[in-house]
């Protein structure tokens, strides 16, 4: 099976990459990383399927050249990475970790040498333990740390990063994490939501600032977007799915591009947020140079009786990956389109992230995973009609490289083009990796 569209049907410079994120993929037990609350989300009963957890994940921590060379084999061009708070400051501030901070240089190093571009994320949601003990993102001084750790990690591999962004899915960050309580540090209350989610802009504002002033260029933001279809035709619903959208995707964007936030999400947070919030917009509006989307699916939202935001998902019709995702490839289209014409306005896009979940095995030596093909030709197609309408997308990065551990779902996600066993960690690239190296051949 091949993918539909190559590499020549898409516009000159057009960047195909892949993504992963440190505690995903490295081995967190290694290297004098310091204790993160992710470690302590999983050592909660309840919390994690199995209560498993990153300390050794893929090992890629020790088998990174050999996943840079498929990288570098699959013909893409960009990788893009995160750097762990943790392991380059144990204890999310004071004395640095020698030994994380060559880490990154190496990786760094490795893709350069391999011709792929580095794209870097400061924070894919594995906070120090010890920052977490001081209230984590509820905390207004988390701007300051996260500037402070930017200022560390940058110094070091700023000079030869291709792209940084702070921080990966603020959604998830705020909302995820302090609302629905399915990530770390699993809280389900409105206060500190309020604060999670102002506090992620201030932080991100932060350093980008910090960046620019250490020289750096090609710096962006990066969002998770879920369409909100509403779950029938009531007025009721409409007004449900536009909340939805609200707190989902419009909160981030609004504060970053128009340096306000949505109305709709205020008269549930409003009362929740932290002295002055409005007084943060310059810092947090900080001009960046491109946009990030991460999408993958719908969600279709009904209306409830209970306390705001009164309404909840329900199932919808759809064909689903292994996450119960439904497959709706027309979201991204939307997404790219509504990005370009109300936020960012001209500045180039990238869909930092795509892809999907399947319990993929390995047959023979091969792993099949047409499903994995039929998808990403979908979403593709979906980028194509958002060129086709003249939005600016620059590029298309694939999550995820290597099957890795997917939070609190453990290991039996498997999101790679690459297939890892998890008691070998041998690597098999499955069916997709073949078409898409297939496909971007130069
Ligand atoms: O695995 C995650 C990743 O950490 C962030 N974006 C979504 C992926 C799939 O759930």
Redesign the pocket.
Known sequence: MKMIYTRKDFPDGFQFGC?T?SY?IEGHGFGGAGRTHWDDFAATPGNVVRAEHGARACDHYHRWTEDFDLIADANLDVYRFSTSWARVLPDGRGTPNAEGLDFYDRLVDGLLERGLKPAATLY??ELPSALADLGGWRNRDIAGWFGDYTDVIMRRIGDRVWSAAPI??PW?VGWLSHFLGHHAPGLRDIRATARAMHHVLLAHGTAISTMRGLGMGNLGGVF?MEYAAPADDSPEAASAAKLYDGYYNRFFLSGVFHKTYPDEVLEGLGPHMPARWDEDFDVIGAPIDWCGI?Y?TRKLIAPDKGPWPSHHEVPGPLPKTA?EWEIYPEGLEFFLKRTHAEYSKGLPIYVT?N?M?APDTVIDGAVPDPHRIDYLNAHLAAVQSALADGVPVEGYFI??LLD????A?GYE?R?GVVHVDFDSLQRTPKASYHALKAALTR
């Open positions: 993504a994120s995903q894919h949601w990966n899915e998830c998770n991460n993958y996450m992230e892809g979940a999550w995820s890795n551990y997917e939070w779902l996600k999101f």
